[in-house]
């Protein structure tokens, strides 16, 4: 019966009112957030989802390709996941943003029924965080993925800014929206 209860579920399934490590990725691992401009993007969607009281951030880094959060979904925003509504809004907002660029744009066109372009992978990774070992060990891995070497965006992790590690080293609030996951367990 266990069994079937998570029969069909996608990866990015979130059980509402649960702490989540989520993943999502730009389709084909464009590079599309390099640009501050983009990174605001994902701030400003974080920041009104939150505001709304539809999700709790604890946790996030923009990174060139894809974005981590420790998050929890509070509500749905109307019929739709507060996931669903932060991968719609951002997308949209990133296809305004490049509309005067058609080669940039067509990086991201498919061909779909229901759209025109894609600049999320589907199916985003959601990871439970049942333990505090296991949040501890996902809020390392988050702060620490500007200094891996491939990137190498920042010699300490409180030095990149699109992160959350400024808020949990140095209790400096850049970022409104964050909440310490650490009262969480």
Do not use: C
């Not at 464009?30 to 009281?53: I, N, Y």
């Not at 894809?66 to 907002?93: C, D, M, Y």
């Not at 993925?145 to 010699?155: G, K, R």
């Amino acid at each position: 019966m266990e069994k079937d209860q998570y029969a069909g579920k996608r990866k990015s399934y979130m059980e509402i009112g649960k702490v989540f490590f989520w993943t999502a990725t730009i389709n084909n691992w464009k590079h599309l957030l390099r640009e501050d401009k983009f990174k605001e993007v994902v701030v400003q969607s974080l920041r009104t989802l939150s505001e709304r009281g539809l999700i709790d951030v604890f946790a996030f880094v923009i990174m060139p390709n894809h974005i981590h959060l420790i998050w929890r979904t509070n509500a749905l925003n109307g019929k739709e996941t507060a996931q669903g509504s932060f991968l719609k809004f951002t997308a949209h907002e990133f296809k305004k943003m490049r509309k005067d660029n058609s080669t940039e744009l067509q990086k991201y066109a498919v061909d779909a029924h229901n759209k025109k372009y894609e600049f999320w992978q589907r199916d985003s990774l959601a990871v439970p965080l049942y333990s505090r070992h296991v949040m501890l060990q996902k809020l390392h891995y988050i702060h620490l993925n500007p200094l891996a070497a491939y990137w190498n965006l920042a010699n300490e992790p409180w030095d990149y800014y699109y992160s959350s590690a400024r808020y949990y080293e140095m209790n400096e609030k850049n970022f409104g929206f964050l909440k310490d996951v650490r009262e969480e367990f």
